[in-house]
């Protein structure tokens, strides 16, 4: 029993400790580097909520989002063919860390 109890912690710290990387590739809301974002989002066209240009950020630099990243962008005028992929193209430029 004991080692069934060791063996599901250590599995979850070292799960927490692979996730840790990826928590903090992209910049938090409130921070220098997330205002810096949200100018290069400015500068290039795109002026989004900081909820949504968080998780366009998420989308562009780690993948995975779920839910209706497409419909959000839409409802704030990321409209067209390609829009989506060129305000992806942006949030990488300024909010993915440098690989």
Known sequence: MKRRVAATLFA??????SLAGTAHAIPDQG????????QGLQRNGY??????????????CIGGI??????ELAAQ???GPGAQ???FDVARKYACPVQ
Not at 12 to 17: E, F, H, K, M, N
Not at 31 to 38: E, K, N, R, S
Not at 47 to 60: E, F, M, S
Not at 66 to 71: A, V
């Open 85 to 87: 992929e060129r305000v």
């Open 47 to 60: 002026n989004l909520n900081p909820d949504t240009a968080w998780r366009v950020a998420h989308q562009a």
């Open 31 to 38: 921070t220098p580097a997330f205002d810096a974002y949200l």
């Open 12 to 17: 979850a710290v070292v799960t927490a400790l």
């Open 77 to 79: 005028g990321v409209i």
């Open 66 to 71: 779920p839910g209706y990243i497409g419909l």
